[in-house]
């Protein structure tokens, strides 16, 4: 008897000898040999994305600078290689976004059914299960009782036209988090702070301010569009627009979310966070490894050999349709740069993750360069400035060039401005 307790301490020390020898690989032989995580085969393209490689090029002005502004000077810098959604997010990729929280706030917050959920252990957060609500929608009420909950959703008595049963967008808040990590390097030596002073959250309406369509343009009649854009079956292809800077970075979080909650179901890797381009970036892949192009397309001039017009944009006072579009176009209209990107010129203008500086690329870095500034309500409305790029399909010529700077506020939302994300390559990759 006394020497059973021996004789289990005995087998522990074989076991971790054998696993500290071992190291994940058999016959170690005492070597250094690491230790792996799991083997991942290869970079796998996201859907809907392509590779952007890395490469060195001149960021800033390819012509003369008409406004002589000179806040697109010209600066060598390099790029790491990274993903980036080959079109703008489109009305029926963001109305994904509004559906799972239109969902997730009908299941937490009035239907209180709890085969909703998965079953959750020791205390945890309740999880809705995704996969029962696409195989039996909440929205398809099976009793009077169920439906008086959804009726909840619903504008309500003087607020419904005709009687009609609307979903009231009001209701549509997302509230997400993320981690200041430039902030959290920056007091890494200070003692007094903790992790959680560095987590940021934020709430949002994230439904589109569809009324852009009249705010934007006095005088005009655009109440069709009001009524139909991101709600009408035709208009799914079309960018998403009304959104907020804010509102895009709360997609690319609930993004980020919707793959790594499934990758470990899915045995995938994680990815890294789907982000805004910085501008850089977005300038880089509208250039198409080209040198010194004025367009994405390489050529001078907004047409081809043909004498058909390249991008959607203005190309006439008065005239918006000679392109094809009286508006917006369909995401993959005309054809792709040679990274196989569309519209990035013209169409939609695009968020980026940069804020704007006139100055900015006289002190960026010359790798990766980006400057960031997260605002907050109290700040100056000059520090709440982000760069758009690429022009839109109201624009003239000029803001169609691949160095172009405008910029809009973080809050602001227009007819004329979407966006598409990028994520990063995990690994080295050059041209």
Known sequence: MIFKPFKRLFQVALFLTAALTGCNRPDSSGELVGTRLNRLKENKTPYGMVLIPGGTFIMGQSDEDITFSQTSQNRQVTIAPFYMDETEISNSEYRQFVNWVRDSILIYNHLNDPSYFVNSQNGEARHIDWEKVRKNSPWNAQSQEQQDRLNNMYYQGEDKIFGKSELD????????????????VAAKNDRTKK????????????????????????YAQNEPLVESYFSHASYDEYPVVGVTWRQAQAFNTWRTLLFNNNAGNARREERAPY????????????????????????????????GCLMANFKPGRGNYIDDGAAYTAPVYSYFPNDYGLYNMAGNVAEWTQSSYNESAYSFVHDMNPTYTYHASPSDHETMKRKVIRGGSWKDVGYFLQNSTRQYEYQDTAKAYLGFRTVLAYKGVLSR
């Open 195 to 218: 992790r959680s002073d560095f987590i940021l959250r934020d709430t949002m309406l994230i439904y589109p301010d569809t009324t852009v369509w009249l705010t934007d343009f006095s």
């Open 275 to 306: 982000q805004l381009p910085s501008e850089a970036q977005w300038e880089y892949a509208a250039r198409g490894g080209k040198i010194g192009t004025q367009f994405p397309w390489g050529g001078p001039t907004a047409r081809n050999a043909k």
């Open 169 to 184: 967008v009001r209701q549509l808040t997302y509230h997400y988090e993320w981690y200041d990590l430039r902030a959290a």
